[in-house]
């Protein structure tokens, strides 16, 4: 079994920053891709940003120079730190891992997910 574990969220005015952590834990060999996806009420879940474990970085375009997506393989933990957060990325934050276990089998995991609300 496999858990992802997500904090950070929370309320925070426009402008403002927060620092998202998923925390990976279980019968993991290793984790391959990483990632944040977010879906706002009434839409579609979209992905923010994705990170693979050499650490090559990819963000949806209305992210990219305000957000910034990093792991620490030691760890089992992805970041996302939010910078000059808007209205619109209201949403809840999803974390998403592949990760192969000690049976050699691949698997893509969620996190429960955590609310993010930025007030105008």
């Excluded at 808007?86 to 691949?106: Q, R």
Aim: a positive charge; one cysteine or more.
């Amino acid at each position: 079994q496999v858990q992802l574990v997500e904090s950070g969220g929370g309320l925070v005015q426009a402008g403002g920053s927060l620092r998202l952590s998923c925390a990976a834990s279980g019968s993991i060999r290793r984790i391959n891709a990483m990632g944040w996806y977010r879906q706002a009420p009434g839409k579609q879940r979209e992905l923010v940003a994705t990170i693979t474990r050499g650490a090559t970085t990819n963000y949806v375009d209305s992210a990219k120079g305000r957000f910034t997506i990093a792991r620490d393989n030691a760890k089992n933990t992805v970041y996302l730190q939010m910078n000059s957060l808007k209205p619109e990325d209201t949403a809840v934050y999803y974390c998403n891992a592949d990760i192969t276990n000690w049976d050699y089998e691949w698997h893509s995991y969620w996190g429960q997910g955590t609310q993010v609300t930025v007030s105008s």
